[in-house]
């Protein structure tokens, strides 16, 4: 059993930059593909990013990409999501999650086991 906890959210204005961490409680979170999706009022939750157990390469929504960076730091069992140029369109709660995602499924929610709770990101206009 993996549990996940996000921070780092908070609000920012249009064009601010947060960094949201998801830490692990174990070890053997590093072998797992970490993703992050979102959920805006009234929508459905979407899938941001994703990074894979092996290599350093992110992939990201199109909404996103070129703002976001999604990193990993193994020592710390912790994923990190980069946010720059936050746009209110960005506001949502943002979760973490992990499994065994593969490069066809990154984007799905059913290729995750593992969920954090998820931290709010509101920005403003």
């Known amino acids: 059993q993996v549990e996940l906890v996000e921070s780092g959210g908070g609000l920012v204005q249009a064009g601010g930059s947060l960094r949201l961490s998801c830490e692990a409680s174990?070890?053997?979170?590093?072998?797992?593909?970490t993703g992050w999706f979102r959920q805006a009022p009234g929508k459905e939750r979407e899938f941001v990013s994703a990074i894979k157990a092996t290599g350093s390469n992110g992939y990201y929504a199109d909404s996103v990409k070129g703002r976001f960076t999604i990193s990993r730091d193994i020592a710390k069992n912790t994923v990190y999501l980069q946010m720059n140029s936050l746009e209110p369109e960005d506001t949502a709660v943002y979760f973490c999650a992990a499994g065994r995602a593969i490069s066809s499924s990154l984007t799905s929610q059913n290729a995750y086991i593992y969920w954090g709770q998820g931290t709010q990101v509101t920005v403003s206009s």
């Open positions: 174990e070890r053997t979170y590093a072998r797992y593909t």
